[in-house]
């Protein structure tokens, strides 16, 4: 079946724009997850979705992150007056209801900030 | 603080030679640990879950192992397709159910023929 899928694949912005990723979960999970890898870097969380509960923003590394999921698929990632230490892989995950289920990743959206 | 770290970052093996790669953590209540590979320019895909120490899971070339401190991904006989970024995450036990994971920052396996 489909899995994650992210679009764009690639992203180029001017520092200072405002940028939007999007996400699609795979049909029927109700768990979605937000993380970003940096060079060199782990996975870090972003922020967390689960069916129609307020979603977990703990990992949000500033305001100038938010998300939302509307109708409880797709999910909006926007960073606005993006900054270089933006540049990032911004990976979407979902699972399918419990937070202890496997969380399966889509490709990423690749952003790069000059 | 709660931490991944995996060891070593990078690795490099002849086809057929059969090595382990090492994850630690410090975490408050593990209430899993995932394995993932990562290809370059993908996203990582999911390898393994384990829940409790002494816990075992095998999957073709590929075996992960699970003590209260530390997760080994053991690699039998490797092959060059095995070539990747190995990824380990925990996942906290929590108030709630928020369940994101905490990776380390991954072992390159580099398997030249």
């Known amino acids: 079946g489909a899995g994650v899928s992210q679009s764009p694949s690639n992203k180029v912005t001017e520092k200072g724009k405002d940028v939007e990723l999007r996400c699609d979960p795979i049909?029927?999970?109700?768990?979605l997850y937000w993380y970003r890898q940096s060079l060199g870097q782990g996975l870090e969380f972003l922020i967390y979705?689960?069916?129609?509960?307020?979603?977990?923003k703990s990992g949000l590394p500033s305001d100038r992150f938010s998300a939302e999921r509307t109708g409880g698929s797709v999910s909006t990632l926007t960073i606005q007056r993006t900054q270089q230490e933006d540049s990032a892989v911004y990976l979407c995950?979902?699972?399918?209801?419990?937070?202890?289920?496997?969380?399966?990743f889509g490709p990423g959206t690749r952003l790069t900030v000059l | 603080e709660d931490q991944v770290t995996q060891s070593p970052e990078a690795l490099r093996l002849q086809e057929g030679e059969s090595s382990s790669l090492n994850c630690s953590y410090t975490?408050?209540?593990?209430?899993?640990l995932f394995w993932y590979r990562q290809d370059p320019g993908k996203g990582p895909e999911f390898l393994f879950t384990?829940?409790?120490a002494g816990e075992e899971k095998e999957k073709e070339r590929l075996k992960a192992t699970l003590t209260k401190k530390e997760s080994f991904l053991h690699i039998t006989a490797p092959k060059p397709e095995d070539s990747a970024t190995y990824l380990c995450?925990?996942?906290?036990?929590?108030?709630?159910?928020?369940?994101?994971?905490?990776f380390g920052k991954g072992t390159k396996l580099s398997v030249k023929p």
């Open positions: 995950a979902s699972s399918l209801a419990e937070a202890t289920d496997t969380q399966y």
């Open positions: 049909s029927g999970h109700t768990a």
């Open positions: 979705f689960q069916g129609n509960s307020a979603p977990d």
């Open positions: 975490v408050s209540g593990l209430r899993g």
């Open positions: 384990l829940y409790s």
């Open positions: 995450a925990v996942q906290q036990i929590r108030g709630g159910s928020q369940g994101n994971l905490i």
